[in-house]
């Protein structure tokens, strides 16, 4: 199972970007999540945001709280990040993911059991 990703580029500071990630068909019979992680060289992989695919019901983390923001188009089993303001910390490798999370476990990476690719965010200064 693929989850595809679009939309990374390079940005200069204070200016937007939207990601997008499709999942495949009948994915949300084994997930009730989908989310955006973040992780750069040598680092961890960061939550950003996840999405509760049946109810819309959205969770930020509080580096991104205001600035970014997380939706879905069930129709077409996809969801988007529209990022804006972007500060030069928030360049990374961008990740969608999907899986099965609670309230208090949304943001750990390993409840998380399909991912895409990756897809590259660059914010100049």
């Known amino acids: 199972v693929q989850l595809v990703e679009s939309g990374g580029g390079s940005v200069q500071a204070g200016g937007s970007l939207r990601l997008s990630c499709t999942a495949p068909?009948?994915?949300?019979?084994?997930?009730?999540?989908m989310g955006w992680f973040r992780q750069g060289t040598g680092k961890g992989r960061e939550a950003v945001a996840a999405?509760?695919?049946?109810?819309?019901?959205?969770r930020y983390s509080d580096s991104v709280k205001g600035r970014f923001t997380i939706s879905r188009d069930g129709a077409i089993n996809t969801i988007y990040l529209q990022m804006t303001s972007l500060k030069p910390e928030d360049a990374d490798m961008y990740y969608c993911?999907?899986?099965?999370?609670?309230?208090?476990?949304?943001?750990?990476?390993?409840?998380?059991?399909?991912w895409g690719q990756g897809t590259q965010v660059t914010v100049s200064s």
């Open positions: 993911a999907a899986g099965t999370t609670e309230e208090v476990n949304w943001y750990a990476a390993i409840n998380y059991n399909y």
């Open positions: 068909n009948g994915l949300h019979y084994r997930t009730n999540t």
């Open positions: 999405i509760y695919t049946a109810t819309g019901d959205p």
